[in-house]
């Protein structure tokens, strides 16, 4: 097991066969579809050998075949994401995989583990050497090296593999996109093809910039903006961060109402990956079979209104769920679809392609043969009152 490095007890060395799980390994990733290439990694040994066992089963990445954006000068900061065409909900706008991989945290100095950085830049292509050093560095000289710069000011947090500590990738394309306190986007990591997705989660206009959120949308503009300027040297000026005095208080009080309710924890937590949709319909469900489902109609459109008016559609995904149920039990095909439509849009949005999305689809189709219970409180009605 020879060393490369020594790190306050940390061993960074190059993957062997003897490697203890907890050792740090510069290492590498393959997978079936790109035999040539690998991903420069800076992991645990155990994080390797998961991966590797994934590797078998990963396919390529999910491509649109028309590309919907294009990179271009931002009006709120640098360089950007701009729609080329119209957007509608849960679609695709690009899938890639990281330029190189790292644990969030290593117990080590920025100057040690810039000298790791080195190492992982020198392993990539001159092609994605040259895309790196051309993202933004907001750091300071004298608090990193420009290498771990850019890591931390273009760095995506995500799980390499389901149950995963949290690691950090750098992504060509996704790098670029920008903050907003309303994003219109929301990236998420596939597993299936081990890349990163950004998908629309709301309707974006042909000559829109794509944006995502690099904070809790939930907080308060203050905090917000206060917590961009210290990890991100920017003022957002956002919609929401740019509202007169009046509205802006307005605003926060509705993002903290939308803090309280229980559906946004569900959200957080398939937002975080722990739980699937699967399991939060049928939360869902069980609510709004609970009482008269019309009881529940004008509440729940009422939060449904509350949430776009912050920009922040995702937290809507289990509203338009339970909307979608009690119309099922009603019988009203019309509502069915549109809420069931919307659900499943928001559903790609955060989770991508899954099991969920294509029952929704099936749903959809014919909502009166494949829908569970369809118009149950009306047929119940109609025998109570036989």
Known sequence: ????????????????????????????????????????????????????????????????????????????????????????????????????????????????IETYLQVLFARLPQVQQAIFSKLENCKFPLECGPLLGRLRTNGFTFNPYPGAPPHAGVFATLSRCNHSCGPNAFAHFNHQTWAIELRASRAIKAGEEIVISYVDVLDPCLKRRAQLAANYEFTCKCKWCTFPKSKKVESDARRTEIASWPETKLVQVLQSGSTSVQSLFGETSSQAGAVNPSALIMPTISKIVTISREGLEPFSLPHTLALSKVYAQLGDEKNYQKWRMSSRDLSLALCGESEETATASQQLDDPVNTVSGWGSYVEAQGISGA
């Open 1 to 112: 097991m020879a060393a490369t490095f020594e790190a306050n007890g940390i061993k960074l060395q190059q993957a062997s066969g003897d490697d203890d799980p907890s050792d740090v390994l510069l290492t590498g990733f393959v997978f079936p579809d790109q035999p040539q290439h690998t991903i420069p990694a800076l992991v645990l040994k155990s994080t390797k050998d998961r991966i590797q066992q994934l590797s078998a089963t990963v396919s390529a990445p999910l491509h649109d075949l028309e590309n919907p954006f294009k990179i271009t000068t931002s009006d709120t900061a640098g360089q950007g994401l701009l729609a080329t065409v119209d957007i509608q909900p849960g679609r695709l706008i690009l899938s890639e995989r990281p330029l190189f991989v790292t644990r969030s945290e290593l117990p080590a100095s920025s100057s040690q």
